[in-house]
């Protein structure tokens, strides 16, 4: 429920400001916050037009090292399941329906080597049946490491079409068509792993939606060795759904667990070796966390994390203090984070998780989110 979109306070007694502008809506109980999906209030602080005070870093060149070239991937486009980019194992013995999802998005092709290398070799499969997807083959075919950032998608993003909304209505797009192609894969997935990558330099972490049994998937895989500990809930992304947030997952009396995997920089090798650390634990954990939620080897305790604010750029000149990398904590509250036209950012807390900040961002797009280390996943 939401009270009001803004609201405004004098900002007596902070140095350099005319305006505090707390975004606030109501979420965890005694925390006020403002917009749905906010629980918390960065804060915004107008800075006088000809201040000097603390300037940004400015917005870095797009220049990126691909160091990592495109897989070959000609084996996906005609596979025997008879859907490009869809690869079936079945074991023959009863068991969870596993399905493993990478390139998402187009320029995103380190889950590409992590499936095609697992199909070369044969899954080590125990029971049930994996399914490998390759999602976006379209968008990777329009991969140019001279302008790597440019194949994301072909018409509109893929992990944002997810809701029954838009996969039952009359649209139509080349993702749209695609995520209707695929959707009988994930509607029957008992545990659905989505790997991606980033853009910008972020350490790897697992992103869960707000369902604990869904939470609780992402912890059995953070715990296991080689593999980030980090386990993020969120309330999503205002753009669409995404493809952990498929109604079969999000569902209040459903079985699906399903989470998604930032495992590194988009070209880097070591991408790979994280995913394919992922895959393994996940096929060797399947049968147990299917059954329970819970793994049956733990080699480290894993740390969860709550999206508490999405911070949107509102200006196009919207630069970072400094070039923050993901997963940094930043120890104490009102510590600034980037300027935004003539506000100056700060934390709302202490202790404050940076999630992926976007060292580009454009007007209306999101700059970084906000998080707070908790010690119980969010429930649902």
């Not at 400094?322 to 984070?337: H, V």
């Amino acid at each position: 429920m939401s009270y009001a979109p803004r609201c405004r306070y004098g900002s007596a007694g902070r140095p350099g400001g005319e305006l505090l502008v707390l975004s606030c809506s109501v979420g965890f109980p005694g925390i006020m916050s403002c917009k749905a999906g906010q629980r918390h209030h960065p804060l915004r602080i107008r800075q006088p037009r000809l201040s000097e005070t603390l300037p940004g870093f400015g917005r870095p060149p797009l220049a990126f090292k691909v160091a990592l070239l495109p897989p070959d991937l000609s084996p996906w486009r005609a596979p025997p399941s008879g859907v490009p980019g869809v690869w079936i194992f079945d074991s023959g013995r009863s068991g969870p329906e596993i399905v493993i999802t990478a390139i998402v998005h187009g320029n995103e092709y380190a889950g590409g080597w992590a499936l095609e290398n697992l199909r070369k070799q044969g899954p080590d499969l125990i029971s049930g049946r994996l399914t490998l997807i390759v999602a976006n083959l379209e968008a990777f075919d329009r991969f140019d490491a001279a302008n790597p950032v440019m194949s994301r998608h072909v018409d509109e993003d893929l992990n944002r079409l997810w809701h029954n909304t838009r996969l039952n209505s009359r649209e139509h797009s080349r993702e749209l068509e695609r995520a209707r192609r695929l959707q009988p894969y994930i509607a029957r997935a008992d545990l659905l792993l989505d790997l991606h990558s980033t853009l910008w330099p972020s350490a790897p972490l697992f992103i869960a939606p707000p369902r604990q049994r869904s939470a609780e998937f992402a912890c059995a895989l953070a715990g296991g060795q080689k593999l980030p500990q980090t386990v993020l809930t969120d309330l999503g992304h205002h753009g669409g759904s995404r493809l952990i947030e498929h109604a079969h997952f999000m569902s209040p009396g459903g079985t699906g667990r399903s989470c998604l995997l930032e495992a590194g920089p988009h070209w880097d090798p070591v991408t790979v070796t994280v995913m394919e650390n992922a895959i393994s634990r996940l096929l060797a954990e399947a049968e147990t966390i299917h059954l329970s939620g819970q793994a049956t080897h733990e080699s480290c305790p894993p740390e969860m994390a709550v999206v508490t604010d999405n911070i949107i750029a509102r200006n196009a000149d919207f630069s970072f203090i400094r070039p923050w990398e993901g997963g940094i904590t930043i120890p104490k509250a009102g510590t600034p984070l980037a300027h935004d036209g003539h506000d100056l950012i700060y934390t709302p807390y202490d202790e404050c998780l940076l999630i992926m900040p976007n060292l580009r961002p454009r007007r209306g797009q999101l700059a970084v989110r906000l998080a707070k280390r908790t010690a119980a996943p969010l429930r649902s």
